[in-house]
């Protein structure tokens, strides 16, 4: 059987695909009795580590759109793990319940152990680079021609 050459591993966004699929993949599985998708996990996340945020303000944290975040935290509430509290006549605030803070804990740990098992591959400088170059490509939808 011959070994085929890809020209597309020379492309960055392939790359980068590939990379991300292996990851998120091992991410699900790291937190698979959780019974949550990827975008609660991160949601309960921020919100742990943001006290009385606004789903707005958590959205924009995590780059979901506003009409995606309302099923999120709405899942959330009801599972228990978040609590809205009304701060003004309109704004609501967010806020893990302890029920969420248990839950925010343990996924840490995991996403330690599941970030270690890829960091380990790289030696530091490799991961400096990659970790400093990638918050640049995300901005590059800002500027397209940037």
């Not at 699929?21 to 921020?46: H, K, Y």
């Amino acid at each position: 059987m011959a070994i085929l050459t890809n020209a597309l591993d020379k492309l960055l966004g392939y790359q980068m695909r590939r990379a991300t699929a292996v990851l998120m993949a091992d991410f699900v599985r790291t937190l698979s009795d959780f019974d949550m998708r990827p975008a609660e996990v991160t949601t309960l996340l921020v919100i742990a580590e943001n006290p009385d945020c606004s789903q707005s303000e958590v959205g924009e944290a995590i780059a979901i759109k506003r009409a995606n975040m309302v099923p999120i935290i709405a899942r959330l509430i009801e599972r228990g793990l978040v609590a809205r509290t009304r701060v003004d006549g309109r704004s609501l605030a967010l806020r893990v319940t302890p029920k969420g803070a248990q839950q925010a804990a343990e996924a840490w740990k995991r996403i330690a152990v599941h970030e270690a098992r890829f960091r380990d591959r790289l030696d530091p400088a490799a991961l400096d680079t990659l970790l400093g170059a990638l918050p640049v490509l995300r901005t590059a939808v800002d500027d397209p021609e940037g």
